[in-house]
């Protein structure tokens, strides 16, 4: 593989340490999860699992490689549709929020991905109809495999410019594709050489192959740059990938939209298109999170990104599979952040479902084993979606002191709005809730689903009221935060659990809510969640 892992870029003494450091990271999630009183993942059950149909002898089965996140939606829809699958890990040396995720029960047979010729090997048993990506994780293992069994997919000789940030960008510019002006280096004066030519703050800096705001910084003046490149550079970030060099990026400035796609053969079909509304706090140089609200699918604005959308798919390589890209509307037009060849993330999958009655995980699945039947239809209404219901992911906000919980988030009173159909509290009683400045420090997501835009935003309106009255019952004078709320020292503090545990982000439901109708939501299982798979664990 073209992008370096933990297994390939380090070895010896190493990565016996960094394995053993993942084995405890998923027991620890295994005991919280027990004390929680949370059950392990049920199996699909032997008729799920047993191979029924065959191809000259050979048992027909669908490979997904990392079954992680939102890639848990793809097995329950090829359950519903009686498709065994195959379970592949693309690397036993992904941080160990990924690799908790597994769950052999629920495949007819599972595989440990050691090198192409020995997972080919595995495979040979079964007739493999297709090789999907659950994850950001899996998406170049998924094209290798394609590529090496002759399935509809992608180029796996172009996998680079759809999973390094770096080549993304360079390739929509030979494109003659709006893209990021950037550099690429592990230099802090080459990367202040670049900046002092670019003349703007300010700058952003992240790691190349990451996921989330895992290892973003934003910064304003040359002591910023380097301090993040001191922290970044040569950690392993969260997608077990070493930061050898750093990514240096103009920072875009406008309101940041979500383009969720779908292709087959070359031609593409919008599945949802969603807003980020944020914050700005020049004081504090932070920009929050508010909420992510599900668009209708025309618009001035849906129209651009969607012709724009269209020409980085293209440029990309993207003809078969889904696809997740994050676009800036800037003053000069649409700029695309990053794209990844995969569902979005963790609940972007199923919101999708209930607002538009068709899931982006359903859809795959029809390219995938129903012939693009579904597909076909909607690319001739004119690629769109129908927005049946408006849907909102809106975060609880604490713009008050921080301080330690002393009384419970009051959660029902938040679910007795109209539009709420699910609450999930971060910050439990005798925890540490700090001021809202940035995703992290959210304190709380709520799921809003309703047939009127007019009833969710005054449902919105009514939680930001609350917050305004004091809604939150601090205790003060503030107390150190608990040692267990504080992240661990070693490489990237946020593949921890015990961090991410009391920081999950957006795009989270809880396991099986009671006070959802039976079937709107199924059944969910445990995902270790956040807005854009960002690696935060909800235990």
């Given at each position: 593989p073209s992008t370096p892992t933990m297994g390939n870029c380090l070895a010896g003494p190493k990565a016996a340490i960094l394995r053993r450091?993942?084995?405890?990271?998923?027991?620890?999630?295994?005991?919280?999860?027990?004390?929680?009183?949370?059950?392990?993942?049920?199996?699909?059950?032997?008729?799920?699992r047993n191979p029924k149909k065959t191809h000259k002898g050979k048992p027909e089965v669908v490979?997904?490689?990392?079954?992680?996140?939102?890639?848990?939606?793809?097995?329950?829809?090829?359950?519903?549709?009686?498709?065994?699958?195959?379970?592949?890990?693309?690397?036993?040396?992904l941080a160990g929020f990924w690799l908790a995720q597994f769950d052999e029960g629920q495949f007819a047979a599972s595989v440990q991905h050691k090198d192409l010729k020995s997972t080919l090997k595995q495979l040979q048993e079964f007739k493999v109809v297709a090789v999907l990506p659950g994850s950001e994780p899996g998406v170049e293992l998924a094209e290798e495999l394609t590529g090496a069994l002759g399935l509809p997919g992608n180029d796996p000789k172009t996998t680079r410019c759809r999973r390094h940030k770096y080549h993304m960008q360079e390739r929509l510019r030979e494109m003659n594709v709006r893209a990021i002006r950037q550099t690429f280096s592990n230099d802090v004066d080459e990367i202040l050489k670049w900046q002092a030519q670019w003349g703007r703050w300010p700058v952003v800096i992240k790691p190349a192959e990451s996921g989330g705001t895992d290892g973003v910084y934003m910064c304003f003046n040359e002591a910023d740059v380097r301090s993040a490149v001191g922290k970044e550079l040569g950690v392993l970030n969260c997608n077990g990938v070493v930061n050898d060099k750093l990514l240096v990026q103009e920072y875009l400035d406008g309101d940041e939209y979500i383009v969720n796609t779908v292709s087959y053969e070359g031609e593409h079909v919008i599945s949802g298109i969603l807003v980020y509304q944020k914050r700005k706090d020049p004081a504090t140089k932070s920009i929050t999170w508010e909420n992510t609200r599900f668009l209708e699918p025309h618009g001035k604005i849906?129209?651009?990104?969607?012709?724009?959308?269209?020409?980085?798919?293209?440029?990309?390589?993207?003809r078969h599979g889904a696809a997740h890209s994050e676009i800036m509307m800037t003053a000069d037009g649409p700029c695309m952040v990053e794209t990844g060849a995969r569902m979005h993330g963790l609940k972007g999958p199923k919101i999708t479902e209930l607002a538009t009655g068709l899931g982006t995980h359903e859809l795959l699945v029809d390219i995938a084993v129903n012939e693009a039947r579904v597909f076909k239809a909607i690319l001739k209404q004119n690629y769109r979606y129908v927005l049946k219901k408006f849907s909102f992911e809106t975060g609880l906000l604490n713009f008050g002191p921080d301080g330690i919980l002393a009384e419970p988030i009051d959660v029902q009173r938040i679910r007795s709005l109209p539009s709420v159909v699910d609450v999930k509290e971060t910050v439990k009683v005798g925890q540490y809730m700090p001021t809202t400045r940035?995703?992290?420090?959210?304190?709380?997501?709520?799921?809003?689903?309703?047939?009127t835009l007019e009833q969710c935003l005054?449902?919105?309106?009514?939680?930001?009221?609350?917050?305004?009255?004091?809604?939150?019952?601090?205790?003060?004078?503030?107390?150190?935060?608990?040692?267990?709320?504080?992240?661990?020292?070693?490489?990237?503090?946020?593949?921890?659990?015990?961090?991410a545990a009391n920081h999950p982000v957006p795009f989270q439901l809880s396991p099986k809510p009671s006070f959802l109708p039976a079937g709107e939501v199924g059944e969910l299982k445990l995902h270790l969640d956040s807005m854009e798979d960002l690696p935060e664990a909800t235990i």
């Amino acid at each position: 593989p073209s992008t370096p892992t933990m297994g390939n870029c380090l070895a010896g003494p190493k990565a016996a340490i960094l394995r053993r450091e993942n084995a405890r990271l998923r027991a620890e999630l295994s005991k919280a999860k027990a004390q929680a009183g949370i059950p392990p993942t049920p199996g699909l059950g032997p008729d799920h699992r047993n191979p029924k149909k065959t191809h000259k002898g050979k048992p027909e089965v669908v490979v997904i490689v990392d079954p992680y996140s939102s890639g848990q939606y793809l097995v329950q829809e090829f359950e519903r549709q009686l498709w065994p699958m195959v379970g592949v890990q693309s690397s036993q040396e992904l941080a160990g929020f990924w690799l908790a995720q597994f769950d052999e029960g629920q495949f007819a047979a599972s595989v440990q991905h050691k090198d192409l010729k020995s997972t080919l090997k595995q495979l040979q048993e079964f007739k493999v109809v297709a090789v999907l990506p659950g994850s950001e994780p899996g998406v170049e293992l998924a094209e290798e495999l394609t590529g090496a069994l002759g399935l509809p997919g992608n180029d796996p000789k172009t996998t680079r410019c759809r999973r390094h940030k770096y080549h993304m960008q360079e390739r929509l510019r030979e494109m003659n594709v709006r893209a990021i002006r950037q550099t690429f280096s592990n230099d802090v004066d080459e990367i202040l050489k670049w900046q002092a030519q670019w003349g703007r703050w300010p700058v952003v800096i992240k790691p190349a192959e990451s996921g989330g705001t895992d290892g973003v910084y934003m910064c304003f003046n040359e002591a910023d740059v380097r301090s993040a490149v001191g922290k970044e550079l040569g950690v392993l970030n969260c997608n077990g990938v070493v930061n050898d060099k750093l990514l240096v990026q103009e920072y875009l400035d406008g309101d940041e939209y979500i383009v969720n796609t779908v292709s087959y053969e070359g031609e593409h079909v919008i599945s949802g298109i969603l807003v980020y509304q944020k914050r700005k706090d020049p004081a504090t140089k932070s920009i929050t999170w508010e909420n992510t609200r599900f668009l209708e699918p025309h618009g001035k604005i849906q129209d651009q990104l969607v012709e724009y959308t269209f020409r980085c798919l293209n440029a990309l390589g993207i003809r078969h599979g889904a696809a997740h890209s994050e676009i800036m509307m800037t003053a000069d037009g649409p700029c695309m952040v990053e794209t990844g060849a995969r569902m979005h993330g963790l609940k972007g999958p199923k919101i999708t479902e209930l607002a538009t009655g068709l899931g982006t995980h359903e859809l795959l699945v029809d390219i995938a084993v129903n012939e693009a039947r579904v597909f076909k239809a909607i690319l001739k209404q004119n690629y769109r979606y129908v927005l049946k219901k408006f849907s909102f992911e809106t975060g609880l906000l604490n713009f008050g002191p921080d301080g330690i919980l002393a009384e419970p988030i009051d959660v029902q009173r938040i679910r007795s709005l109209p539009s709420v159909v699910d609450v999930k509290e971060t910050v439990k009683v005798g925890q540490y809730m700090p001021t809202t400045r940035d995703l992290a420090t959210v304190v709380g997501v709520i799921t809003q689903v309703f047939p009127t835009l007019e009833q969710c935003l005054a449902d919105i309106a009514q939680i930001r009221k609350w917050e305004a009255e004091g809604f939150y019952v601090l205790e003060k004078p503030k107390p150190a935060a608990p040692a267990a709320l504080a992240p661990p020292k070693g490489p990237s503090p946020k593949c921890s659990p015990m961090y991410a545990a009391n920081h999950p982000v957006p795009f989270q439901l809880s396991p099986k809510p009671s006070f959802l109708p039976a079937g709107e939501v199924g059944e969910l299982k445990l995902h270790l969640d956040s807005m854009e798979d960002l690696p935060e664990a909800t235990i």
